[in-house]
Every structure is written in C-alpha cells, then in structure tokens.
C-alpha cells in the first residue's frame, strides 16, 4: 500500500513598507511561523537584505519593489506574487510617511505624499487583493495605524488625517466583509524606536519607546487567533506610556 504524503499549506503574506522599522520586523516573525513573505517597499536593496536575514532563519521571502504613491503598477505587481508565491492571505498596510510640523507650514506636495502613501496608497491596495481573497472566502487585512488616529499632537495634522481616516475605512470594510471571510484588524502602536522619529528626539525619547520586534510580536498574536473570533483593533503603547 502506498504511503499517503500531505502537503502543509503555508500562507502569504504581502508586507509594504518592509525594508526597515515595524515592516521588518513583523515580516521576520511571520517568517519564522512558517510564512511566505512577499516584501514591498522603495528600496530594493534594503528589502534584499530583509530577505537574506529571512533566508537565514531558515524562512522564504520574495522581493516586489514598490512605491506605495504608485498605485497604478499595484495589478502588475500583485500579478507577479500570484505567480511566484501564490494567493495573497494577509496583506499588512504598513508602509507610512509623516512630517513635523505645523500645518500652516507643511508644503502642498509633502500633504499630497503623505496622503497618498497612507491613505490612498493603501486602499487601492486593498481595492487591488480583496477581489481574490473573496472568492476563496478567506482572507486578513492588517493595517498598522497610529496613535495619532486616538489621541492629539501638534504638528502632526497631514499624518493624523492619513491615519485616521485609513483607520475609519477599515471599521468600515470589515462590517462589509464580516460575512465573506475576510478578518481586518487595525493595529494601532503608540511611540516605537522606527525612522520615523527625528535622530534627536530617538537619542532623548528612545529609551521609553517600543521596539519593532516588540510591536511585530503583538500584531502576529493578534493574528493567530481562533478562525471563530476576530480581533478587531489592537493598542499597544510604550510602557511609561505616551510620550508628551
């Protein structure tokens, strides 16, 4: 009698914004669940190294350069991680851009950059993968949010209506696909040592900041959870708390 082989069904998931920061961090903790990582970001080079230090641990990560601003090339690319890696099951919106200042002094151009990387960049994205995840009925959307969606800081005016209102969307489709299969979960992290900071405030604040592995943690957990429940929205915040 033949031995009968089975064949272990690994997911896929597609991580913008995965060069550095919270991105690498959580693709690399995927990774090392078994995942197939699909990583997207500007910096091809940087995302080569994340996928090295995939390859390393023994893990599988494919390499898709990507603008998230350009959301006309998303069909082509999602395209290309059909054929090599397979059905997306969880796209993770994480790429993000801010700016620190006062909104009488942020410049048109960087509000149409800011909206458009964390804002519309990530719906169209999500635009481009829903209509496969629907039709297996199966599928998660993870958006990495920000503090600022709940809580006010000067000089963060542009970032906080990107952030909230991509916050806003994804309550919104998750009532809409709730009955289809598809999880959305909005991660909402508080102060985390990322790029995104100034050098100087890092040097004064660092200390009391998350750290990405930390945050990549917290959101894989968030994920595995039991198929008959889903967490909606997660807050993780420093320790000490905010920063003020």
């Given at each position: 009698m033949k031995r009968k082989t089975?064949?272990?069904?690994?997911?896929?998931?597609?991580?913008?914004g995965a060069s550095r920061g919270i991105g690498r961090e959580v693709a690399k903790e995927f990774a090392s669940h078994g995942y197939i990582l699909c990583l997207s970001a500007r910096n091809k080079k940087e995302l080569a190294r994340v996928a090295q230090e995939i390859s390393d641990l023994g893990g599988t990560a494919y390499v898709f350069p990507m603008d998230i601003s350009r959301y006309q090339s998303f069909r082509r690319i999602h395209k290309k991680i059909r054929e090599k890696a397979g059905e997306v099951d969880i796209?993770?919106?994480n790429a993000g851009l801010t700016?620190?200042?006062?909104?009488?002094?942020?410049?048109n151009l960087t509000i149409k950059k800011i909206i458009e990387t964390n804002l519309i960049g990530p719906i169209f994205l999500i635009k481009e993968v829903l209509p496969y995840m629907t039709k297996r009925n199966k599928g998660s959307i993870i958006n990495i949010i920000s503090?600022?969606?709940?809580n006010t800081y000067k000089g963060s005016s542009v970032y906080t209506a990107s952030k909230s209102g991509l916050l806003g969307f994804g309550n919104v489709i998750r009532e809409e696909l709730r009955t289809q299969g598809i999880k959305v979960i909005n991660i909402?992290?508080?102060a985390t040592e990322t790029d995104i900071w100034?050098?100087?405030v890092k040097k004064k604040y660092g200390w009391r900041m998350m750290s990405p592995k930390s945050v990549a943690e917290a959101i894989?957990?968030?994920?595995?959870?039991s198929d008959d429940l889903n967490v909606e929205e997660i807050i993780v915040r420093p320790k000490l708390g905010d920063l003020n």
């Open positions: 089975f064949t272990i069904y690994r997911p896929v998931v597609w991580v913008t796209l993770i919106n700016s620190f200042k006062p909104f009488i002094e942020t410049e503090m600022v969606a709940k909402i992290p508080g100034h050098p100087k894989v957990n968030a994920y595995q959870t």
